[in-house]
């Protein structure tokens, strides 16, 4: 059974120029309990946009969001039990990676001993257990991206959304986070939404691939079905002609 559901779906900004642009057009997609689904595309195609309304950070025109059957549209931010990881680690400077991690849950008044064993079991995932008295300042870029990541991980949400997490990153660590996000799907079974525009890194991470452009969604399968059945020339472009 899906447990998110997206019907009809529209979002549009005005840019004060040339009027109002259309950022996500009738968007329809499911996605299943501890699945991973890759929204791919150009830049400005709508991915991050879509990850922002299910987030609750940005507010649909028209159409649904639904979690496991309750309609979130007028749900508060804080209130969706989705946890978000940006593309810059966006951790606190004056804290350190444990106070980071553990954050949220004191915000929630979540039981001291309750945040002692998630904030551990997250570092041991993430490989941060040495790290945890260290400020930002104190760490590496990629570093701090796993502290962002163990600060949604500590939520236990029903969703992750990854907005192009890995992408300020040089290309050994990236493969290197790459592999510390198959690892929490593995050890969690997490329900993720996970945005790039960088092809490689969908096909290697996907259940199911979204293509989206112009704020359309062109197609939506596997990644071996959209490989050899691509919905059109666009999709066959972008994936670079596989």
């Known amino acids: ?45 709508g991915k991050t946009t879509t990850l922002r309304l299910i987030a609750g950070l940005e507010t649909p025109d028209a159409g649904n969001i639904s979690l496991d059957d309750i309609s979130q549209n007028n749900v508060p931010p804080k209130d969706r039990n989705v946890a978000m990881v940006f593309q810059h680690h966006a951790l606190f400077p004056h804290l350190t990676a444990y106070e980071n991690m553990a954050f949220g849950l004191m915000l929630r008044k979540t039981p001291r001993a309750e945040i002692e064993t998630r904030v551990r079991e997250a570092a041991e ?16 870029g990629g570093e701090c991206q796993r502290v962002a990541l163990g600060r949604a991980l500590v939520r236990r949400p029903k969703i992750f ?36 525009h960088d092809q490689s890194e969908a096909l290697a991470l ?32 972008f994936l670079g002609g596989r």
């Open 161 to 196: 959304l990854l907005d192009e997490p890995l992408s300020n990153l040089d290309a050994p660590m990236r493969q290197q986070l790459r592999g510390e996000i198959q690892k929490i799907r593995q050890l969690t079974a997490a329900t993720m939404i996970y945005v790039t």
């Open 125 to 140: 995932i993430l490989g941060l257990t040495a790290l945890l008295k260290r400020k930002p300042e104190n760490l590496s």
């Open 1 to 45: 059974m899906p447990r998110l559901v997206i019907e009809n779906l529209n979002k549009s900004f005005c840019t004060g120029k040339t009027g109002p642009v259309c950022a996500v057009k009738n968007l329809n997609l499911t996605v299943a309990d501890g699945e991973c689904l890759v929204i791919v595309g150009p830049s400005g195609c």
């Open 206 to 237: 996907a259940d199911r691939l979204a293509i989206m452009r112009d704020g359309t969604l062109q197609q939506i399968a596997t990644p071996a079905e959209i490989l050899r059945n691509p919905a059109n020339p666009f999709v066959t472009e």
